[in-house]
């Protein structure tokens, strides 16, 4: 091959002019699948079961992927505020996957779309009536007296709320991931939350469940940049399978954004945002008190450190909280979502809290 | 990036002119967040969106008024009544559920197998956990 004699800056200029075009040509394929909506990614895959379903609650079993799995099985709690399959997201990026992968018994209750007829339900309808009904489905189908709970952001709340109601439960351990206990900590949620400005049983009594709309854009709010800044660097990474496929399912489960039971809401608001009971142990669940001292079996705390949605100040005092005499906390690089469903989780978190579980698994 | 010369950007001492413009979006979008996450916690926006708020639910409850009242007029069903409809179905799904949930109780107690074909076929629950050494003990 003859060598070129065009000075080297030149040939850098020309490769990154056929390189930019290259590229142009895939921003433009990619660019038209996201705007004709077509190759969705495909998302929360693992094959699963339905064992108890109740309004819109549904536990799924996942069918296990090893022969031999932990004696005691494993139940994520979701959050209210999204849809589960985040922690389901696609093969290799699925945080259930690798869970039973490592050979562990995988439930989860996911709350589904709260309903008009939903706006009624409180903390007290999932801690002391939805959950205990999904732990007794779950010792039904595996035969074992004992569970273990995993909670992400308000599930990882539900989970210590019912470990405190329910001292003598037999849950065997607690992961918990981005979990805020003390509000004082929630940053501009808390400010916008201002019990002299804002008039929440209006809203309430208003709407019924809170819409998602409002909830989506609350959460942009947090960070307004945020949302242009991602666009801009998809048009710049359109030429590249992986970040586009990445961005689509996280656009796709950001924007799937869903209402918020109106009355827990008004509950969060009040008892827990302007009175900060969940902290200070003041909380009462169907008139019997819930106070974080009782949470007695381990916990496992991870949360990251530039969380914006459950901010570190807001999670880091969970450990001091609780009364377990076995707690471990681990504090990560990255946010709310990346904790869970990103390069962090997957080389960093769940190898961790498999880790720890399983020793508190058999 | 290696040219045909096999020389790379970075030996040419050729600025990358796109990795400098993501590392200014990355800085500018920080600081602009910064910049408006300090804006939004102030005390007048809370007020303002307060106020946003509350006006949003007075043009809602007299939206939701007015469509009630119409629809009353064309004898339709209104949003309550559907909400209605829906308690009432969620209070049957609830007692089919507890009904089931007697049936196989007492099914249990009669000796009949109420598993399912899923629960059956459920792998040993015998792993150990593999020792810190590195060791696997559950095979």
């Known amino acids: 091959m003859a060598t070129s004699t065009r000075p080297p800056v030149v040939e850098t200029i020309i490769d990154t002019a056929q390189e930019e075009a290259e590229r142009t040509r895939e921003r433009m394929r ?48 979701m959050s209210l505020v999204s849809k589960p399959w985040i ?17 562990f018994d995988v439930f989860m209750i996911d709350w589904g779309i709260p309903r008009p007829e939903d706006k009624n339900l409180k903390f007290e309808d999932y801690v002391m009536d939805l959950m205990p009904a999904c732990f007794e489905e779950v ?22 709320m019912y470990a405190a109601m329910y001292p003598d439960a037999p849950i065997k351990c ?12 929630m940053g501009l ?31 942009e709010l947090l ?113 709310h979502v990346s904790l869970v469903a990103g390069k962090n989780a997957v ?11 399983s020793y508190r698994s058999v | 990036m290696a040219n045909q010369n096999g020389t790379s ?36 926006f809370a007020r303002a969106s307060g106020n946003f708020v509350d006006g949003y639910a007075v043009v809602q409850r007299s939206l939701n008024q007015g469509m009630e009242r119409y629809l009353n007029t064309f004898n339709l069903p209104t949003h309550s009544d559907v909400v209605e409809l829906g308690e009432r179905l969620h209070a049957i799904e609830d007692r089919i559920t507890s009904l089931e949930g007697a049936i196989r109780t007492l099914a249990e107690k009669s000796g009949v197998d109420t598993a399912s074909n899923v629960t059956k076929l459920r792998p040993k629950r015998t792993r150990k956990p593999v020792p810190k050494d590195g060791q696997n003990s559950s095979a």
């Open chain 2, 9 to 44: 950007r970075a030996e040419t001492g050729a600025p990358d002119v796109a990795e400098m413009w993501r590392s200014w979006l990355t800085e500018t979008e920080r600081q602009l967040n910064s910049f408006f996450g300090e804006a939004l916690g102030t005390e007048q």
């Open chain 1, 174 to 185: 607690i992961a918990c991931a981005a979990t805020p206990v003390d509000m004082t900590g």
């Open chain 1, 189 to 219: 949620f808390r400010k916008w939350q201002d019990p002299r400005y804002f008039d929440v049983d209006r809203l309430v009594d208003t709407v019924g469940n809170i819409p998602s709309e409002m909830m989506l854009r609350t959460f």
């Open chain 1, 30 to 77: 990619k660019g038209l699948d996201i705007l004709l909506a077509r190759n969705e990614p495909p998302v929360g895959i693992t094959p699963k079961d339905v064992i108890y379903s109740r309004g819109t609650l549904k536990l799924y079993h996942y069918r296990p992927m090893t022969d031999e799995v932990y004696r005691v099985p494993v139940v994520f709690v």
């Open chain 1, 87 to 103: 922690l389901d997201l696609t093969f290799g990026q699925s945080f259930i996957q690798y869970m039973l992968a490592q050979g």
């Open chain 1, 139 to 160: 010792q039904k189908a595996t035969g074992e007296e004992d569970y273990s709970i995993l909670g992400y952001c308000m599930g990882g709340m539900f989970a210590l």
């Open chain 1, 223 to 335: 960070r307004p940049m945020d949302r242009l800044g991602g666009y801009i660097r998809l048009i710049d990474n359109l030429w590249d399978q992986q970040f586009v496929y990445g961005f689509r399912i996280m656009y796709k489960w950001t924007n799937e954004q869903i209402p918020f039971p109106g009355e827990t809401y008004r509950q969060f608001t009040k008892e827990l945002m302007w009175e900060n009971k969940l902290a200070t142990g003041q909380l009462t669940l169907g008139g019997r008190r819930c106070s974080l001292e009782d949470v007695k079996v381990p916990v496992l705390h991870a949360m990251a450190e530039h969380d914006h949605i459950a901010p570190f100040a807001a999670t880091k005092p969970l450990l001091e909280l609780v009364g377990s005499e076995e707690k471990e906390e681990l504090v990560l690089k990255g946010g």
């Open chain 1, 347 to 357: 080389t960093r978190l769940w190898p961790r809290v498999a880790e720890w579980m």
